[in-house]
């Protein structure tokens, strides 16, 4: 596993927290003006789950660096980036133009999302049980 991966992660999901923030902010204080309750609702939601899994990809970049040779930390890592461009990247797309068909996308990430998480569950334990 390379540590410029799990540094590349890391920086990733800090960046992904420093646009959730942005983002949140420019809702609040811009959009909230402009949109519509339902439209504002799907803006925060997207947010709100940006900043969740880029967390995520924090945690599993530190996770790759105490685990270096867990091969499957990697997925967990890309199905958390997948899942943030799916999932909050259609809802943004969907406020800004309004095209229904954008969330198609939406599910997709989240199944991302439930994967990763998933995946990274029975890694801990695996691992868990395994240095025992």
Same mark, same amino acid.
């Given at each position: 596993m ?8 890391i ?42 899994h880029?967390?995520g ?11 270096p ?14 899942g943030?461009?799916l999932?909050?990247?259609?809802? *943004? ?22 994967v ?7 890694i801990?334990?695996? *691992?868990r049980?395994?240095?025992?």
């Amino acid at each position: 596993m390379s540590v410029r991966f799990a540094q590349k992660t890391i920086g990733l999901g800090a960046l992904g927290m420093m646009v959730s923030v942005i983002l949140g902010a420019v809702g609040a204080h811009v959009l909230a003006g402009i949109l519509t309750g339902k439209w504002l609702q799907v803006y925060q939601i997207a947010v709100e789950y940006q900043i969740y899994h880029s967390l995520g990809l924090i945690l599993s970049g530190l996770l790759i660096l105490y685990y270096p040779s867990c091969k499957a930390l990697v997925a967990v890592a890309l199905l958390m980036m997948l899942g943030i461009i799916l999932f909050s990247g259609s809802l *943004y797309l969907l406020v800004i133009f309004h095209y229904s068909w954008l969330g198609i996308f939406t599910p997709f990430g989240g199944v991302c999302w439930i994967v990763a998480w998933g995946m990274l569950a029975w890694i801990l334990i695996r *691992y868990r049980l395994h240095h025992k």
